[in-house]
């Protein structure tokens, strides 16, 4: 069994590494955007990111996901401009990290296309499904997708008074039927992640209720990627900004390992890996670095 009495699940495979089914795996979040939300364009530069690169590997991240356009809205970003952001940085990835497996946060098929050429070994689709096309490049590449709920909104908006009967009953419908059909068109199984997309589509209790009932997406036996870093989802229960929300996404983070999560989309690598191995030891699914206390 996994964490948190999750039902067997195989091992993930994206481009360089297999991944055990109860291993916690940390994805870096890597921005080439003037204008993220929480770092402000730090990594924009080629060298920034580089750098920043070199951080997280050292720091446990075995996923590093780059992202050429914010979320948010914002300024306009075309395919071409989005695709020239990323991938050089691509490129030098792949060449200073073989061991690493690059992932790139696009909606665009044009971007998945580009990057996959390049080398990226995983598409992370975080506006579910809304160029179908994309889980088709996927399986043309034989690289891993991503399949998240945004709960049916255009890309780069913001939810307004959204509602669902069930929004944990919306989200698996949704990542299942995206996750069926990419396999469907070729992509492989055992490289195909679903994301409940905790903020996109939804409202704070929206989020709070898809993290306290996670194991429902856990017990379809698609791995979990949760994207909880800094949200304001999170911000909204602590009455925080985002440069004040750490304590608040660990906290998530540290509930969703737990309830079967396999792996967690994050600012703060360091800190994530340090909680998500805590607590795969908790749940028995890992042992203690080391364990001398009492025996001398």
């Known amino acids: 069994m996994t964490l948190a009495g999750a039902p067997e699940q195989g091992p993930l495979r994206l481009g360089p590494r297999v991944f055990a089914p109860a291993e ?15 770092d402000k364009g730090a990594t924009y530069a080629l060298a920034a990111a580089l750098d920043r690169v070199d951080q997280v590997v050292a720091e446990g991240a075995a996923i590093v996901d780059v992202g050429g356009v914010k979320a948010a809205p914002g300024d306009a970003v075309d395919a071409a401009e989005e695709a020239r952001r990323v991938l050089d940085l691509v490129e030098a990835v792949r060449e200073r990290h073989p061991e690493v497996v690059v992932s790139v946060d696009t909606y665009r098929a044009e971007v998945g296309d ?14 579910g499904g809304w160029e179908p096309e994309l889980a088709e490049v996927a399986a ?18 913001r939810p307004h008074r959204v509602e669902y009967d069930d929004v944990v009953g919306d989200v698996l419908s949704t990542v299942t039927a995206l996750a069926d059909r990419a396999v469907a068109l070729g992509v492989r199984r055992d490289a195909i992640l679903i994301d409940p997309g905790h903020d996109f589509g939804k409202n704070t209790r929206h989020s709070l209720e898809l993290t306290r009932r996670l194991d429902a997406l856990v017990e379809t036996g698609w791995p979990v990627l949760v994207a909880l870093s800094r949200k304001d989802f999170v911000g909204e229960v602590l009455g925080l900004l985002p440069d004040d929300r750490l304590e608040g996404t660990l906290a998530a983070t540290a509930v969703s390992a737990l309830l079967g999560a396999r792996v967690f989309r994050a600012h703060d690598v360091e800190a994530t890996v340090r909680v998500v191995r805590t607590v795969a030891a908790i749940a028995g699914a890992a042992p203690p670095a080391f364990a001398r206390r009492g025996l001398a």
């Open 24 to 38: 916690p795996v940390v994805m870096a979040i890597v921005n080439r955007t003037p204008d993220s939300f929480f």
């Open 114 to 127: 580009v990057v996959c050429r390049a080398g990226a070994h995983l598409l992370n689709d975080a506006w």
């Open 140 to 157: 043309r590449y034989d690289v891993g997708l991503v399949c998240t709920h945004a709960g049916g909104l255009p890309p780069r908006t």
